[in-house]
Nanobody
């Protein structure tokens, strides 16, 4: 049984930082990604990392502020979020991809975490 357990969300002031974690278990996989969904908006891709090589890919809106990384030994992916803005407020989801390529579409991901709330106050 595949499990993705997220942690690290919370309330932070604008300009602050948070680090999200997502521990994966249950099967091998190619890549992990982070998405977010703000109220009334569609779920959007943020970042992805290939598990073997560590290649990364980001959406333009978070480049230079967010960093995705992984700990292979712990099967855990992280999202370090710096210089947070009010528009970063959303529920953040980690997701597991079985595709043999880094992907940014929702349908490319096979398993999803439960989501963790990030609220940035201005």
């Amino acid at each position: 049984q595949v499990q993705l357990v997220e942690s690290g969300g919370g309330l932070v002031q604008a300009g602050g930082s948070l680090r999200l974690s997502c521990a994966a278990s249950g099967r091998t996989f190619y890549a992990m990604g982070w998405f977010r969904q703000a109220p009334g908006k569609e779920r959007e891709f943020i970042a992805a990392i290939s598990w073997s090589y560590g290649s990364t890919y980001y959406v333009d809106s978070v480049k230079g502020r967010f960093t995705i990384s992984r700990d292979n030994a712990k099967n855990t992916v992280y999202l370090q979020m710096n210089s947070l803005k009010s528009e970063d407020t959303a529920v953040y989801y980690c997701a597991m991809s079985l595709r043999a390529a880094i992907a940014s579409k929702i349908y490319d991901y096979n398993y999803w975490g439960q989501g963790t709330q990030v609220t940035v106050s201005s």
